[in-house]
C-alpha cells in the first residue's frame, strides 16, 4: 500500500512539475475571494453567447464600481454609448445620473452600477422576456457577490425584475420594496428625465426618492 502511495505521490509531482514548466500556474489555485470570484463572472459575461443580443454587440457591459458598494443602480440594457465603451451610463442618461449619485453624497466610485441585461438590443428597443431571462442569473449572481443594501431600479424593466407588475413608474417609485435580504427603490430612468428635461416634476420625484434612499444608507 505504502509503495503505491508513494508512486501515486512521484506521478502527481510529476505532473504539476510539467504544468508549471508550461506556465499553467493557475491550476494551483481556485478562486477564493470576492475579487477573482468577481472576475470570472466579468470574463463570462463578455464572452457570453446565450442570446441573439451577443451576435449584434460591440462590447458586453457587465457593470463597473465597488465591490464592497452598500448601494447599487440597475437600469435596463446598454446603449450605444455604452455598447462602445463596454461601460454602463457613459452617455446622456449616464452623464445625468453620475451627478444624481453626487448629489446623494457619494461618488460614482462608491457605488455599483450595471443593467438587467448586458448586452444593447438593436435600436435601444426595450430588452424582451427571452433576453432577460437568459441573461437574469448574471444580475443574480452581482447580487449576490456584492450584497448591498439598498438597489436602485431605474426604469420599468428593472422595477419588474425585482417587484413584478402592472402598475406604471408614478405609482411603483417612492416606496421601499423587500427583494430577499435588499431594499429595492424604483425610480424614473435617467433616459426619461432627459426626455423630458423640462419637466419639473419629474425631476422632483427623482430626488424625493433618492432621498428616501440617503436616509436608509444614513446620508441624509
Not at 57 to 63: E, F, I, S, W
Not at 93 to 106: N, V
Request: net charge positive; glycine share 8%.
Amino acid at each position: 500500500m505504502e509503495k503505491r502511495v508513494e508512486k501515486l505521490l512521484d506521478a502527481l509531482e510529476e505532473r504539476l512539475s510539467y504544468f508549471s514548466q508550461i506556465g499553467a500556474e493557475y491550476i494551483f489555485s481556485q478562486p477564493s475571494s470576492k475579487n477573482s470570484a468577481y472576475d470570472s463572472l466579468k470574463e463570462r459575461i463578455i464572452h457570453c453567447q446565450k442570446c441573439p443580443l451577443s451576435k449584434g454587440r460591440t462590447n458586453a457591459v457587465p457593470g463597473e464600481g465597488n465591490l464592497e458598494a452598500e448601494l447599487m443602480f440597475v437600469g435596463e440594457a446598454p446603449g450605444r454609448d455604452e455598447d462602445a465603451q463596454g461601460k454602463p451610463f457613459v452617455g446622456r442618461a449616464g452623464q445625468l445620473l453620475t451627478r444624481i449619485i453626487i448629489a446623494m453624497k457619494f461618488n460614482r466610485e462608491d457605488v455599483y452600477i450595471t443593467n438587467v441585461v448586458k448586452c444593447r438590443p438593436p435600436e435601444n428597443r426595450t430588452p424582451n422576456k427571452e433576453e432577460i431571462g437568459k441573461c437574469k442569473g448574471y444580475l443574480l449572481e452581482q447580487l449576490d457577490l456584492l450584497k448591498p443594501k439598498v438597489v436602485v431600479a431605474l426604469g420599468k424593466v428593472a422595477s419588474d425584475f425585482f417587484v413584478p407588475s402592472s402598475l406604471g413608474m408614478t405609482a411603483l417609485r417612492g416606496n421601499f420594496y423587500q427583494y430577499g435580504p435588499l431594499q429595492v427603490m424604483p425610480t424614473f430612468h435617467p433616459s426619461y428625465i432627459v426626455r423630458n428635461e423640462g419637466n419639473r416634476m419629474i425631476k422632483k420625484m427623482v430626488w424625493e426618492d433618492m432621498k428616501k434612499v440617503m436616509a436608509l444608507l444614513g446620508k441624509s
